[in-house]
C-alpha cells in the first residue's frame, strides 16, 4: 500500500519511469565508491547519477522529469538500506509461489498401484565389481533374494570412487562412514525379513547442493568446504527411509553454475578432455563411470539434462511442483527442479517413487500421483514431435543421423507435428538472474575474492541492474508462454526432440525448447541414442505433460528397450573380467 505522499512522488509529473530504477540507482551508487555513499548519507542522489542510472535501464527522461523523480528515489534509497539490515539466508524464500498450472488444464489425481516390472533373474557374478554398472532394478534384485548384501555393494563402490575420482573429480565429499553405518543397517533390516523395496540397500549419490546431516555441503564453492548443515533436505530422508545407502556428495557447479568447482572441472568419463557439463556434472559423471548405483541432481535450465546427455546416462527432470526442494541451495525459486540421474528409464522411475510429493515444507509442491506401469501399452499415447528442430541439420553428420534413426525407430507409433509457442524465445536468463541474485548475494556481494569464477562474480554484480519492471514482466510473459505450451500439449501426450548440446553441435530450437520446458515446469527424460564421431554418447529427449512422467516415461523406457543404447558404458572404467 502507498501513502498519498509516495504514491504522488512515484506517479506525478511524468515520473512513472522512475520505478524501474530502484535496484539499478542503489547499485550505481555502491559501485560509485565513498563519494557516492557521502551523498547517500546526505540523502543527496543527484540529477547526474539519476540520469546515468536511466541509462543504465534502457530508459530516459527529461531534465524536468528528472527533477521531478529525485525526491522519490532518494527516499526510496533510505528504504533499501533499512531492508538490508536483515540478513537472508539462502534458504529464505519469498511469499510468491510458481505454479506450473494454468487453467483448464487437466490433471489426473486419481492414485494408481505403482506397476514396476517384473524383476529379472540375477546370478551373482565371480567378480563383485562387474556390479558396477549394472541397473537398480537388478542391483535390487540380487540383494532382495540374498546373493549379494548392501555393504559388499557399499564396499565395491566406495573402492572405485576412491580409485576413480582423481580422475573425475565428480564427487566432493566420500561418505565412507556414512555408508557403511547405513549398509549394515539395510543388511540387518533385510536379515530379519524387513525388506522396504527396491532401493533398499542400494548405494546412491546426491549433488552437493543438498543438505545432509553430519557432512559437508559445500555448493561447490570454496567458503563452504568445511561447512556442516545440521539437516537433511527432504530427497535425502525420503531416500533414507527407502533404504538407499548415501556413499558420495557429488560435484556441482560452483553455487550451480555449470563443472567449475573449487577441486577443479568434474569431467566426462567416455572423453577425459571434456569437462561433464551443466551443474549436476559429478551426478552424471559418477552415474556414467559406474561409481554409484543411481544418483540425484538438480536442474533450473538444463543442468540434469545436459550433463545425462554428454555422459550417456538417463536424466529425469520431473514436473515442477513434484519434487521437494526443501534442503537444497536455491538458485531460482520459480525454476529449480530436482531429479534422478540414473543408468536406464525404469531406475528414474523407481526414485522418482521414493522422493516425489508433498512435504510440508515446499509450498510450490503438489499432491498428485506418480502412476507408474511397466506394462502400459504405448500404443495409446499421442506422441507429437518437434519437426523444425529435427529439420535443423547443423549437427554433426552422426548426430543427425543419431536424431534421424531415433525418429524413425518411433514412426511406429503416428506421430504428430508440433512446434514451439510464440514466446518461445522468452529469455529464461533475466527470470534466473533476477531471482538468483538475490538467493546468492552471500556469497558472491561479500566473498567475492574466494570464487573459481570470477567471471560469475563480474556477471552477479551487473545483475544488480536489473530492473524490477523489467523482471516483472518477464513472468507475466512466462504466463503466456505457458498458456500457449498448454494448447500445444492439448492433443499430445508427449512429443521428442533432439538433445540439446548448447556449444557442442547447436541446434537451436532444441535449445529454445529446453528454456521454455523449463519455464513452463514441463517434465523431460533424456536417453542415449548412439554415439557422435568422436565416439562420445549422444541423446535424445522426450517431454510430458504437466505431472505426466508416467506416459513420458513409458515411451522412453520402450525406445530405451528396443535399443539398447543405455547398456554402452565408458571403456576406461568398465572393470576387467
Known amino acids: 500500500m502507498f ?103 487437466k490433471i489426473d489425481r486419481v492414485k494408481k498401484q505403482f506397476r514396476p516390472s517384473t524383476p529379472p ?29 548392501s555393504r559388499e555393494l557399499t564396499e565395491m563402490y566406495l573402492d572405485r570412487l576412491k580409485r576413480h575420482n582423481p580422475k573425475l573429480l565428480c564427487a566432493v565429499t566420500i561418505t565412507e562412514e556414512v555408508a557403511r553405518k547405513q549398509a549394515t543397517e539395510a543388511d540387518r ?30 555448493w561447490g564453492a570454496a567458503p563452504f568446504k568445511a561447512r556442516v548443515i545440521d539437516e537433511d533436505a527432504t530427497v535425502v530422508m525420503r531416500l533414507r527411509e527407502a533404504g538407499a545407502v ?56 538444463g543442468s540434469i539434462m545436459e550433463p545425462s546427455g554428454i555422459c550417456g546416462v538417463t536424466g529425469l527432470r520431473p514436473t515442477y511442483g513434484r519434487v521437494s526442494r526443501a534442503g537444497f541451495m536455491t538458485l531460482t525459486w520459480s525454476l529449480d527442479k530436482i531429479g534422478p540421474m540414473c543408468r536406464s ?34 500404443r495409446k499415447l499421442r506422441v507429437g514431435y518437434l519437426k523444425g528442430a529435427f529439420d535443423d541439420t547443423r549437427q554433426t553428420p552422426q548426430v543427425n543421423a ?45 566473498q567475492p575474492e574466494t570464487l573459481v569464477r570470477q567471471d560469475r562474480v563480474a556477471n552477479q554484480h551487473s545483475l544488480r541492474l536489473l530492473p524490477a519492471m523489467e523482471y516483472l514482466n518477464a513472468q507475466r510473459i512466462r504466463t503466456l508462454l505457458m498458456q500457449e505450451m498448454a494448447r500445444v500439449m492439448e492433443n499430445i501426450d508427449v512429443y521428442v526432440v533432439p538433445f540439446d548440446y548448447g556449444d557442442y553441435t547447436p541446434n537451436p530450437i532444441a535449445t529454445l525448447n529446453t528454456g521454455v520446458t523449463n519455464l513452463t515446469g514441463h517434465p523431460g527424460v533424456c536417453v542415449p541414442h548412439g554415439f557422435n564421431e568422436k565416439g562420445d554418447p549422444t541423446s535424445i529427449t522426450f517431454i510430458g505433460k504437466l505431472f505426466g512422467e508416467a506416459a513420458m516415461l513409458a515411451l522412453a523406457k520402450a525406445y530405451q528397450d528396443a535399443t539398447g543404447w543405455h547398456l554402452k558404458h565408458p571403456p576406461l572404467f568398465v572393470p576387467a573380467s
Open 345 to 378: 528409464v525404469e531406475d528414474c522411475a523407481l526414485v522418482l517413487n521414493a522422493i516425489q510429493g508433498p512435504d510440508d515444507k515446499d509450498l510450490t509442491l503438489h499432491d498428485v500421483p506418480f502412476n507408474w506401469d511397466a506394462s502400459f501399452d504405448i
Open 402 to 446: 543419431n536424431d534421424a534413426a531415433a525418429l524413425e525407430k518411433l514412426r511406429r507409433i503416428k506421430l504428430i507435428e508440433v512446434a514451439l509457442p510464440e514466446h518461445a524465445n522468452l529469455d529464461i536468463g533475466v527470470i534466473i538472474y533476477g531471482e538468483g541474485n538475490a538467493a546468492l548475494h552471500d556469497p558472491i556481494e561479500t
Open 246 to 301: 548415501l556413499v558420495a556428495k557429488l560435484a556441482t557447479g560452483e553455487l550451480a553454475l555449470d563443472d567449475q568447482w573449487f577441486g577443479g572441472q568434474t569431467k566426462n568419463p567416455w572423453d577425459l578432455s571434456m569437462g561433464s557439463q551443466g551443474s549436476s556434472a559429478g551426478p552424471g559423471s559418477a552415474t556414467a563411470a559406474g561409481l554409484v548405483g543411481f544418483s540425484v541432481g538438480t536442474e533450473t535450465g
Open 121 to 149: 533373474r540375477v546370478t551373482r557374478p565371480n567378480n563383485l565389481e562387474s556390479l558396477a554398472f549394472w541397473p537398480v532394478a537388478q542391483l535390487a534384485e540380487l540383494i532382495r533374494t540374498k546373493q549379494a548384501t
Open 3 to 105: 501513502d498519498r505522499r509516495s504514491f504522488l512522488t512515484y506517479f506525478s509529473s511524468l515520473g512513472l519511469g522512475s520505478t524501474l530504477l530502484p535496484g539499478v540507482l542503489w547499485a550505481k551508487v555502491e559501485s560509485a565508491g565513498p563519494e557516492a555513499e557521502a551523498q547517500l548519507s546526505k540523502n543527496l542522489i543527484t540529477k547526474e547519477m539519476l540520469r546515468e542510472a536511466c541509462a543504465v535501464a534502457g530508459v530516459s527522461f527529461t531534465d524536468p522529469q528528472l527533477d521531478a523523480m529525485l525526491q522519490g528515489v532518494n527516499g526510496n534509497l533510505a528504504k533499501y538500506i533499512e531492508i538490508r539490515k536483515t540478513l537472508l539466508d539462502n534458504s529464505v524464500a519469498p511469499p510468491i509461489f510458481f505454479n506450473p498450472i494454468v487453467p483448464g488444464t
Open 189 to 218: 533390516e533385510i536379515a530379519a525379513g524387513h525388506y522396504r523395496g527396491p532401493l533398499h540397500g542400494i548405494p546412491f549419490g546426491i549433488k552437493d547442493l543438498a543438505a545432509t546431516k553430519g557432512v559437508p555441503t559445500t
